[in-house]
């Protein structure tokens, strides 16, 4: 008899409905064709669908939006390690391993809040690009190229960031189709806002971006020499995070709350 497939839809950091970053958790007992991976999140159509399953030393995990598929994602990570938690897959004092294409990683909970542990990416300052004011709407103080492939702006004040509108099908053309953009808080419960632009991937902009703060965290602790910030997200559905840097790794901690479980017949 087939395993009766599950999947589930959570919305990462944060503790509300409707609030924070959609996505997709499937926990499977076995690796499903990659095709099949695709066309799931394809159906779910969350920036992110998470698919869990047995690894050689630990579980697995891998992420698709719904175009690609992509080596790391800090919601999805975070919303499947939440579902692994609450259905009692783990125990919540045990600290949870995932594989995943980007690397080794790891969980753990107290409380309501999930600690990640995540690489760091380093980050390399260069000349903007000369149609960046154009497909953004604004100049930005400095531009940055990530080792894993994202880019990085640091604009002026949050009140700019949140008033941006880029020309997304220009963007996706361009150098910068996967696009962080980011500035101090003008809110002093948080160090840093930002927003991430998607569009290379598939999305135009994602809610809340997890990995997004494997460069954000150490372009911050570079310009503040802090080690420790709350990150707010400040897209239309917001999201909070709690982030470190810990030597080459970030932590990055988060809530999440389950929306819908779903039976799959495909």
């Known amino acids: 008899m087939k395993t009766k497939q599950i ?48 690894g050689k030393d630990c579980q697995r995990i891998r992420y698709f939006t719904p175009e690609v598929e992509v080596p790391l994602c800090g919601h999805a990570t975070l919303s499947a390690s939440h579902i692994l938690y609450e259905t009692n897959l783990v125990n919540e004092g045990k600290e949870l391993q995932l594989s995943a294409k980007a690397g080794f990683l790891k969980i753990r909970k107290a409380g309501s809040w999930i600690t990640m542990n995540f690489p760091s990416y380093r980050i390399n300052k260069c000349a903007i690009p000369a149609e960046f004011e154009k497909v953004i ?50 809110d002093n419960r948080y160090d840093f806002c930002l927003r991430f632009f998607a569009p290379a991937l598939g999305i135009d902009e994602d809610p809340v971006t997890g990995s997004a703060h494997c460069a954000l965290v150490p372009f911050w ?20 995070l709690k982030v470190s840097l810990k030597g080459d790794r970030v932590e990055i901690s988060g809530q999440a709350k389950t929306i819908f479980r779903a039976e799959l017949f495909v």
């Open 7 to 54: 999947i589930y839809q959570v919305d990462a950091f944060t503790t509300e409905p409707f609030k924070g970053n959609p996505a997709g958790v499937c926990i499977l007992d076995h690796e499903p064709d990659s095709l099949w991976m695709q066309n799931i999140a394809m159906e779910i159509n969350a920036s992110e669908t998470a698919f869990v399953f047995p």
């Open 137 to 186: 709407g604004v100049k930005p103080l400095e531009f940055y190229k990530c080792d894993n492939g994202l880019t990085l702006a640091l604009i002026s004040e949050e009140k700019i960031i949140r008033q941006l509108k880029p020309d997304f099908s220009a963007m996706k053309k361009s150098e910068f189709g996967d696009l962080m953009v980011t500035a101090l808080s003008s």
């Open 221 to 240: 602790n570079m310009k503040t020499g802090k080690t420790d910030f709350n990150s707010h997200q400040v897209s239309k559905r917001e999201g909070i």
